[in-house]
């Protein structure tokens, strides 16, 4: 039976007789889960058990809560305790990265990918050295992990499209459609969940698809505080990334809230401001100096580092003074490179460097000491590059330099 519904938002999501507003149920902390289900005429250790079964077990239809009164099943039903998306297509790649495009209500459609972590010689996994504090689409071993359990970093979108216009980038030639609610967001996850396969856990969760995270800055801000609740997915706010384009009033306040404990990756992608403006065209609202200077003041806990995020494109920001320019700018600043040669989209001319251009900047950035990967294109074979599945609709496209599986460094 499909189950799926309109989605409920926070703004129509009231209980009987009371007129404030509570957050959607799938976004509710156990806190307001109480408040609801008072109001309700229900006790309150209901809360917590509504909440796990949510957050822990997976549960996203009131209807399957079956240790509740079927009366108060209902009542939840009825009050949005339900799927807010449906998966419209899930596609598989060689290399096991499972692709899902999936549709809200009003029809629109965003994608989210589960990645599994590879190990072997080549893979990023087994160059790195951030034994616990790696949690980008290149997750790390861990010793404390049963070896039967395979890790898996699932990414996720913010918005239905990108209002930030980079040139590079599918989403944001599309433009912004809409923000997605926090529900739509957190509902990516449990979808994600519950599509693991047999002996797969979910290490991270990486908000790197579709949209700008911190331009949907509340939505964000709940999502993080719900999958890093203690008593529900327990995510540690080190193993969810915020990937961002530059917004500095958000960073600083994503780093005052959560005490700099949520990994934060930065799509830098060039040294100059006239190179990062042509990009970027946020760049022009906040230029280097001043994202750089965030960074500085972001309350990053000590042996932590930021990712830095460098698209390279051909012709444009991949020569070897950038690479040094690169070294020199981000010198005092703890990081981690990924080098992320462009994935080709139909709106632009725009290519990725060949190999040896890419080996040759990376060499740069690994002689001046800094830690640089290149970044894998998992799932390439089914199009596992931002914003690209949602805007072609779900076909696949073909397979280019750099594919899945390929060892690149
Ligand atoms: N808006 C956020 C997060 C989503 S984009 C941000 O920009 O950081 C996630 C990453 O994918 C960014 O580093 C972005 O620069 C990169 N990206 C977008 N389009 C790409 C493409 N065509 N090829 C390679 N990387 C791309
Ligand atoms: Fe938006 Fe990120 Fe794409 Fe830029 S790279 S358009 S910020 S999604």
Redesign the pocket.
């Known amino acids: 039976m499909n189950h799926w519904r309109p989605s409920l938002t926070a703004r129509t999501c009231y209980t009987a007789g009371v007129s404030s507003p509570l957050p959607h149920p799938l976004v509710r902390t156990p806190e307001e889960w109480r408040e609801a289900l008072v109001r309700l005429g229900e006790r309150p250790f209901r809360a917590t058990q509504v909440f796990q079964a949510i957050h822990r077990r997976n549960v996203r239809d009131a209807r399957e809560i079956t240790d509740l009164p079927v009366s108060l099943r209902d009542r939840l039903f009825e009050e949005g305790l339900r799927p807010v998306l449906e998966v419209d297509t899930e596609r598989r790649s060689t290399d096991d990265t499972r692709k899902l495009l999936v549709r809200f209500a009003d029809q629109a459609t965003v994608e989210t990918v589960l990645i599994p972590a590879v190990s072997g010689p080549g893979s990023v996994a087994a160059q790195s050295t951030d034994k616990d504090e790696d949690a980008d689409a290149s997750s790390v071993d861990d010793d404390d992990e049963p070896a039967a359990v395979r890790r898996v970093t699932q990414c996720i979108s913010t918005q239905v499209g990108?209002a930030?216009g980079?040139v590079?980038?599918?989403s944001g030639v599309a433009g912004l459609k809409r923000h997605l609610a926090p529900e739509e967001i957190v509902g990516q996850v449990l979808e994600g969940r519950a599509r693991l396969d047999e002996g797969e856990e979910l290490r991270n969760v990486v908000?790197?698809?579709m949209?700008?995270?911190l331009h949907n800055y509340d939505a964000t801000a709940r999502t993080l505080r719900i999958l890093s609740h203690r008593e529900g997915i327990d995510l540690s706010s080190r193993r969810v990334t915020v990937?961002?384009?530059g917004l500095v009033p958000e960073i600083d306040r994503l780093g005052q809230e959560f005490a700099g404990q949520v990994t934060l990756?930065i799509?830098l992608?060039a040294t100059t401001d006239e190179q990062r403006s042509a990009l970027m065209p946020i760049n022009k609202k906040y230029p280097l100096a001043e994202l750089l200077a965030a960074l500085r003041r972001y309350p990053l806990p000590k042996r932590r580092r930021f990712t830095i995020?460098f698209?390279l494109v051909a012709g444009q920001n991949d020569d070897v003074p950038e690479a040094r320019r690169l070294a020199a700018l981000l010198r005092g600043i703890p990081v981690k490179i990924n080098l992320?040669p462009?994935?080709p989209?139909e709106a632009s001319t725009l290519a990725p460097p060949d190999r040896t251009g890419v080996l040759a900047f990376q060499k740069i950035l690994l002689d001046a000491g800094y830690a640089c990967f290149i970044r894998r294109r998992r799932g390439d074979d089914v199009s596992a590059?931002?914003?690209q599945l949602a805007l072609l609709g779900a076909k696949p496209r073909p397979r280019r330099p750099f594919a899945a599986g390929e060892p690149e460094s």
């Open positions: 990108c930030m980079c590079f980038c599918a908000l790197m698809g949209g700008e995270p990937s961002t384009s990756a799509s992608h995020e698209t992320i462009m994935n989209i590059a931002c914003g």
